[in-house]
């Protein structure tokens, strides 16, 4: 059996103006798992996650993870505008070399999956906001990569679309079976959607308590308002605000 | 404008919304329109006012009616051969320069994007070579390099290159970070960045510093003729000579010509704009 997906090691970051974003992170994502990281605005969130994908260096630990392997969920949708929905999906696999028979399968695949059927001549600007983020989220998926990154990807978008958004993840989750390192300063789509939620202090960011979450899935919209949700979002709420002191 | 997302199955169709109707011909384009021509009327009254209320008689040749604009400049044969052989050459100038600019510029600014250093060396002077009047070049153009074709195409770059580095720097530099991190994730090289990410995000600067830079290179053709003065008759030196000769019918008629010039450059690439970049660009929205 291989190792885990990503594995932290004693991450530490200090930005070169003297900020210290990360006092000393350390966890494993174990394939197939979903790990959803809340915090307070400017705890490090993002910028751990720029670590795993090699946009930053750490100052100090190591990562642990096959960057070829890597699908990374940007906060906005970071569409090409001039693209129609299906040369954005096509980008990456067009980045990678592959043939154009190849990228138009992948891409297809990937637009069903999201639902976007049907828009594959649209422009960027002819979608709704939920629609670009799912053709982000179609392009990530293009190539199946078996771990993705997901930086805050829904928090631009109105609460129905979101929880939309979050039960069309996690049906990709679950179908498609990738581990997933998730961003976000929302509770409920922290326990709505993961395996495992870590807590990070307020900066500089360390992992101050770790909840696993027992609901098995698929999980239904209507768990949102199951009792038992409800204690969890609980704990983590007060584990977040004794990270604030 | 939010499309409705299928309801209940999580991965549901969604109905494809009407796209905005196409811009209605008729009514609404007149009505597009109409206001312009309004002006224009009124505009062309007040000069008729000024010919022949304004002025007294005998100082109505300072400004002529507009149909013996029309009548000496346009219809008299002789006149419109000049005029025309005018405009041959000074479009001629105005458009060879426009593109000598087009290419020099965004290759200096294609330059400047991929190494900071060649950016602050080049910027000042870029400054610099926009400040300069050109009335104080001209005559410098003129010992240097004489009083044909190419003086007058130097001068037409000079005013118009400044536009096409700038706006093609600014454009090449729009690309959202996040779509930067997005190509370097792929370890995509500065070729594929620059021809699939910062070109492309470019092209609505592009196309204004195109825009400012085409009305200028006929400014430009103009401004060297009329200093020149020498060889083939442009519509600069028509003006100097009109000017001269107090024939104001001409002198009208040849500043609508050099005007009608510019404005068919103007045009012609906002059209070739919105064949390029219509479909996808939005003014006023980022991503």
New interface residues.
Partial sequence: MVGPALTFDGIGMTFPDGTRAIAEVSFSLDRREFVTIVGPSGCGKSTLLRIA???LEPTAGTVEIDREQ?G?V??????????TVRQNVE??A???GKGRQERARLAQDAID???????EGH??????????MRCSLARTLALRPPVFLFDEPFGAV?E??RE?LN??T??LFETEGFAALFITHSIAEAVFMSTRVIVMSPRPGRVVAEFAVPFDYPRSPELRFDPDFALLSGDISKALRGGNG | ???P??GGD?????E??T?PPARRRGSSWLATVLPALLLGAVLIGVWYLCTYVVLDPRRRFLLPPPHDVVRVGFFDSENLGEMLDGLYWSARVALIGLAISIVLGMTIAILMSQTVVIERATYPFLVMLQAIPILAIVPLISFWFGTGENARLIVCVIISLFPIIVNTLFGLQSA?P??H??????H?SRA?RLR??ML??G?PAIFAGLRIAAGLSVIGAIVGDFFFGRGKPGIGQLLKRYANQLESEQLLAAVIVACMLGVAVFLFFGWVQARA?G????AG?A?
């Fill in positions: 994908a090699g946009l890597l990374y940007f906060q906005d949708p970071t569409l090409l505008p001039w693209r980008l990456l067009e980045l990678r999956l999201v639902g976007l059927t049907g828009f422009y960027p600007k002819s979608l709704s906001g939920g629609m670009r109105d129905i679309t939309h039960e069309q996690l049906a | 404008m939010t499309a997302l299928g999580g991965l549901g169709r969604v494809i919304p796209p959202d996040a779509m991190d997005l190509f370097t994730l792929e995509a594929t699939k990410l492309p995000a092209l970049i479909k996808w660009y939005e929205t991503r």
